[in-house]
DNA sequence: GATGAATGAGGTTTCATTCAT
DNA sequence: AATGAATGAAACCTCATTCAT
């Protein structure tokens, strides 16, 4: 931009001249992490490259290198970030007092609205998974699937008291909300006429009624 | 040593001396979609080289540059090919006789059941959207949405003849619903302990659970 | 040269503006295979990048990964070459006719004149071996095993005839008289007092003086 | 995530935090020759980084530095090790009392027993002479060079004395020897069935023989 | 003496695509 | 209709070294 060397790789500096996009203050793995997240949403991981990440962060490739191991690793580290976010999320919930309807509906419904807030992070979770290398993706869906268990507990213990029907495994209820809730990132957009809260209410509502005896 | 390396892999020739896995008296236009479907689901669009799918559809670089525009352009084929084949399955539920209940809970249950037949067109479509041009995923974007309506008619139906619940708006329905089924491609194993017809049954009574007033 | 793009890797061309050294109605992998052999006897293999490889054979990157899979693949097929020349040529002088005093003094001399002509080759050969694969290491200690028990045979000839002496492993002698061969390319200068003949001539006497009786 | 990666190889700290091989008692230079020896010699100088050094040796990367002006300055005083100790062993035998011959054969056979002893600097000897500077290297040739004289003297003075024969110049013999010395890095293997002072006699011999007039 | 974050240049390789045959 | 050699751009990554602390 502004000077026809910038194309040129490994020709002077990595850092762009102009200006970056990213925070000059936040440390610089941060801004690595919050370029990254940015454009991997934006175009998807492997249309990203290094050289715009590193651009959009300003910093340099070396610097980069030095703070994560691999491209690949950089994508893990967002999705950690997003895991541990989840997770704190739901425990919140999940362990307040009240009734167990309750509780679940006010999980399920704050899960759409966490989801909407961080769309970014889900575009590429549901997009990119296949990119990280198999031990990687495994350890993601080990904690995936932690996430999905402290939620399929809300409904047994539902089905259990009697407030819930039984009729359906409590799996499949927790595999079909998510999918629903993961798939958010492929239609929702956030200037549109519904919000997220709304969504999450009637995601919720939907849930619930479906979970009637 | 002085001519192309045959014996390295992709070097030389294109076409592999050891047989390519795709049938051989298929043509060739089908042969290269079935085995770029294969190794889109199995490895993603972008980790899948040109050079690999011709070698696994047994025919050469140049073939596939004769049958298809581009690499894009092969996997927009994919794509036309799924979108064709459940637009065609829903109209057939969907003009079925019988009370709208039943039509959507078969019609429902049907597109789970598909959507497992055929889980690799599944994974691919969720996966790759982003890789098409704008202009093409705007068009996968309308045919799809065109389906999304011809069902969401389904549910208006039941809906203003009062056997379905109106609090709820039926594209909510709608997209919570597709949402479930897409991200079957991200869970649902073939080898699992529930065939695709329990999983959809399952799903279908739940959608209608939900939809009860 | 006389361009300052010239060394703006991945910008334009990759053939040189400037003509290149090798000799342009010679096939690509010739080309490539020479000025690969001279390059790396200069300064070695890990000090010569591919682009001066191809930028001296006149040909791109691309054309030079279409024949040969990688750098270490060119390397191996110098190797190779040089094998199977000194084979041909051992090949010949051990099956002449004549007392083995003779064969062996004349086998003896020519393989110091045919290192002497090939330096280049004898160089990279010493030098290099460590950056193959392992198993392209141990496939030219095996080629190599097989010239060096050629070479013991006509030693355990003369042995058993009597016309050398035995109480020397015929291996050491072969091993021995080998590894001054292959040190020519340390100190070995084309431009110095003794022509190739005059140190085969010796080298070949000091090694049968050495086996009289 | 956030800071430099410890867990990942390299990354992060330079001091590995399972310990490493070499002796935490000896001085930091002694360490950084040792782990560089051992390296150098196992995989070639060019392909041993900097890091995996000082990660071997148990130190930082400043340290190093502090040590040592550069990667090459680090080789450069392996090379000057090897060279003093091969000249004082040398020095010894050449020095001592008794007939010509026998200084000879011992130091020819002593020469043998300490290359196989310090098999590592034999290799990296050889193989890396060309990555040091061209002043460095006409340094270590020059160094070498005298060495090979002090062995020439000794010939020549046994062939002045009528012992040796003379219709083979003294340099020639030299080389051939040295060249079969350097050469055992490429072949010998300690575990093999030859002691080195077995191949050391066997060279010997040869060498003697070879000189009797 | 010692640290380790950061640099910046360069490395090898991959790949979709073109085009003369 | 089909070939396969050749292109050229860009990709990811490594590495020796420096310097503020």
Sequence with gaps: MGNPRDECPGRGQDRSA???REDNTASVSDRLMSAATRLFAERGY???????????AGVTKGAMYHYFAS?????FAVYERVLAMQMRRLEEF??????IA?????????VVR?????LEDTVIFQRSLHMLSPERQNEVRKERRSYHERFREMIEEGQHSGVFR???????????YFGAVHHLG?????????SGAAVGDHFAHLLLNGLRP
Aim: proline share 7%; no cysteine; glycine share 6%.
């Design 186 to 194: 492929m239609w929702y957009r956030p200037d549109g006429e519904l």
């Design 102 to 110: 309750e509780r679940l509906r006010e999980a399920a419904a704050d």
């Design 114 to 118: 966490t989801t909407v807030e961080n």
């Design 71 to 75: 491209k690949d690793d950089l994508l």
């Design 46 to 56: 492997e249309r990203t490259s290094v050289r715009e990440i590193v651009q959009a």
């Design 166 to 176: 039984t009729d359906i495994p409590a799996d499949i209820v927790v595999t079909q």
């Design 94 to 99: 999940a362990s307040d007092e009240g009734p």
């Design 18 to 20: 102009s200006g970056p």
